[in-house]
């Protein structure tokens, strides 16, 4: 297709009426399809249905040191479970601490923690002014937690290998920069890994604050597409520890896309004086999480092999889904200079860029005819795009079918807006 | 026995004697026993057996209104396991949300949500001091939290109907004073349940903070030792409702001591203004909890009938234990006039007060002899007891065989510390 702006006005014309027209097919559909949230389709559930009847009987309920997991204690989890953290983590196992169900509880938990208690320093909460730096587009759920305990953030876009660190670097300079969220794999929405440089250079930052914290979500460490082609990122604290900063980076990440959203199991990895600080915490906090959930997944899940052989199953279920949206954003969206979008060799999105001022609107048009996209602006702080051009399509919960049709409905609508 | 006051030197000589032989032959016993903590004992934990494979396979993962547990989704619980703490709480449905797997943690993080963000005014921790009633004795973690939180705690004891509110009616004049924790039914170690008189002027309190807090660890709301002579707690709502005073209590429980400690579900009530805080701060905080846990749990038990039937087991296993040292308290320190302790009728722990200055000796002498109690001077803020004389035992984890061991040991202790 040729560039949309050499279109002579009665092509546009041609195109408008045949697109709006399209349009109204759909709408006259009543579709109710939901492509807002990272979330696994029930085939990839399917796959961990072992799961359920992993602890099951009498004298089932034991972990490997002989601890009854039906009862309290084992604060920071149960060996088994820390040892393939530690593995997939690549930390040694003092260094790893096995959380509830969700990583970003944890993740809402440690930021809490340096609100009220600090980081090693005065607590954040006791200070004139905390900012973040916010790498966007990102995820709204990390913005969401900095927003909530008052945490101003400042953007810093993502570029082809990550964060742009010169912008890092030189925001780092003020003392009252206390932060950052990155998703260094397979980001969302962008699915961009970090670059070996980029890991490296944030691994020797020196920020000014001294309690400067990295929530390093590593929501897709193994959540690859392509077994041969599985982006390598670089160990952060191995990098960190050249430099003694190794305090700097707290881990997180959880089995949600692995077994169960909502029902697997999440981990952290830290420093010792983090895991010291974050235990500490931990023993006014809990009794101890749920093992017989840490145990159910490691019946089944052994090794870090294991795993990786399981996400190899997810990502049969997933390439269909991510093609279909990706041939569908060739075919109608190529070649018109309208939109460009990533294709990612993992995570859970793809990231469609469409022009200045346009995203709301198609965000509004494929509301109307039933398709529900992640709220526009959400992948920014506060909800605020200010170019209006980023969408986050997430392809993962539909079906193939539904997928190729909403696809087609997204792609319709960015023309309209475009030739209105 | 008759007062050990009343002694003449010769007898108390003999009893010394005899006494410091039967903690010797204890200590040749190399015994390792821990009666420190509320724990339930393996006995108890088989009672719940069917849960672990309550959700066994497919299409068994469903909630009642069809919802796909083992994915994200229904951040306040699934409608059944809302309906079942609903009726134990007799509270709305609307008022209830269902947490993680532990009570504790869903306090403390509401205490951290009020000193973070406030519970209606301003945040607590912008405040120059914030003070809480403590009720003592008390529950240890409790007062962890609020020391975590740098929450300064006043003593108040617990009568023989709950806390002295005489005591708590003047600290509320104190606008710093802002909350309060309880354990209103066989609270955690007297095994008292509070009156109806104490419920009723607790509800009709005029604090001077206008975000004044109560704490309402309901934590043994269904476990009473005797069917028939269960102790009959007040809607703390109800009452409160009547003078607009809903928003002061916040009320929480879960299935620990139910089904398995750290295994099962938590749950919170509280009024309508406080849900629309809470769960604002969860649509940040986390996607779902464990929902496939609360789907075992509500297959296993579907209204509070059930749950009550399978308390009347626990309560079997557990009558013998603490007669087991009642018996033993009776036995060796009875009308000696140097110790005194309650009879509770539920609950999960006998307080035993001992002579003033003698606690603390009387747990080193058990630890030497290798039985652990809870740390003499935990039940109170700051670990500080100013008499150094109440004793918390924790009866239910022990073989029965051990628990008399443990008991006899224990009286021989508290007899020998004041005898020498």
Chains 1, 2 share one sequence.
Not at 342 to 350: L, Q, S, T
Not at 392 to 418: G, H, N, Y
Request: a negative charge; one cysteine or more.
């Amino acid at each position: 297709m040729k560039p949309l702006k050499d279109f002579t006005p009665a092509q546009k014309e041609a195109l408008k009426t045949e697109t709006q027209k399209r349009y109204d097919n759909f709408s006259a559909e009543k579709l109710n399809i939901d492509m807002s949230r990272g979330k696994p389709g029930p085939d990839q559930l399917d796959l961990s249905e072992k799961l359920l009847t992993a602890v099951s009987g009498a004298n089932d309920y034991k972990s490997e040191n002989g601890f009854d997991c039906r009862n309290y204690g084992l604060l920071t989890g149960i060996p088994e479970c820390i040892r393939l953290f530690a593995e997939l983590f690549e930390a040694p196992e003092n260094n790893v601490i096995i959380g509830g169900n969700s990583s970003l509880e944890l993740m809402f938990d440690y930021i809490s923690q340096c609100v009220t208690n600090g980081a090693g320093g005065k607590p954040w909460g006791q200070l004139p002014e905390v900012k973040f730096i916010a790498v966007t587009p990102g995820y709204d759920r990390h913005f969401a937690i900095a927003e909530y305990f008052g945490i101003k953030m400042i953007n810093v876009p993502i570029l082809s290998g990550g964060p742009d660190m010169d912008m890092v670097e030189g925001l780092i300079k003020d003392e009252s920069v206390k932060g950052m969220f990155c998703v260094p794999k397979y980001s969302n929405p962008d699915g961009i890994s970090y670059s070996d440089e980029t890991v490296k250079r944030l691994a020797e930052m020196r920020p000014a604050a001294s309690d400067f914290r990295v929530i390093w979500d590593n929501a897709y460490m193994v959540h690859g597409l392509y077994e041969n082609d599985d982006d390598k990122l670089l160990n952060v604290f191995d990098e960190a520890k050249k430099h003694g900063n190794e305090d700097i980076f707290v881990m997180f990440a959880s089995t949600s896309k692995i077994t169960f959203p909502g029902a697997g199991v999440s981990a952290l990895a830290a420093s010792d004086a983090n895991i010291k600080m974050i235990t500490k915490r931990m023993t006014m906090q809990i009794i101890s999480y749920d093992k017989l959930n840490q145990l159910r997944f490691t019946k089944v899940f052994k090794t870090s092999d294991d795993i990786k052989a399981h996400m190899r199953l997810h990502a049969e279920i997933l390439r269909p889904k991510f093609a279909a949206v990706l041939e569908t954003l060739e075919k109608e969206l190529g070649g018109l200079g309208i939109a460009s979008w990533n294709v990612p060799k993992g995570g859970y999105f793809i990231s469609l860029n469409v022009e200045t001022g346009s995203a709301k609107k198609v965000g509004d048009l494929c509301k109307k005819a039933g398709l529900i996209l992640t709220n526009v602006g959400a992948t920014f702080p506060y909800g605020i795009d200010e170019n209006d051009a980023n969408i986050r399509i997430a392809p993962t919960f539909p079906s193939p079918a539904e997928l190729k049709k909403a696809a087609e409905l997204l792609c319709v609508a960015v023309k309209l807006v475009c030739l209105s």
